[in-house]
């Protein structure tokens, strides 16, 4: 399975940006389709956004759509999560997870996750 390493969280005012990154190793990513999940205190956790393997078409809750956009340079084994207008709702620890075979938003589908990088957004 692949290895995932998630940076870029941290603490932002409202209305502001950041943008994740997930590192690949151990792998080829242009084998998983990838996906962003996130899990805010007390939440289940729930996916934001999704990429399939060559990039070509992508997911997002409605929660996000028209802010965040999910990219992957399959060259760099990097999957991005920009994340624009940021509202005190998005404060949550954020995954990437991998999957070979399955493209949607159940996260038991998903066999590789990184450990997760916090975003704070205040107001």
């Known amino acids: 399975q692949v290895q995932l390493a998630e940076s870029g969280g941290g603490l932002v005012q409202v209305g502001g940006s950041l943008r994740l990154s997930c590192a690949a190793s151990g792998g080829t990513l242009s084998s998983y389709f990838m996906a962003w999940f996130r899990q805010a205190p007390g939440k289940e956790r729930e996916c934001v956004a999704r990429v399939m393997k060559s990039g070509s078409m992508s997911y997002y809750a409605n929660s996000v759509k028209g802010r965040f956009t999910i990219s992957r340079d399959n060259a760099k084994n990097m999957l991005y999560l920009q994340m624009n207008s940021l509202k005190p709702e998005d404060t949550a620890v954020y995954y990437c997870?991998?999957?070979?075979?399955?493209?949607?938003?159940?996260?038991?589908?998903?066999?590789?996750w990184g450990q997760g990088t916090r975003v704070t957004v205040s107001s």
């Open positions: 997870a991998a999957s070979d075979s399955f493209y949607g938003n159940s996260e038991s589908r998903y066999g590789s």
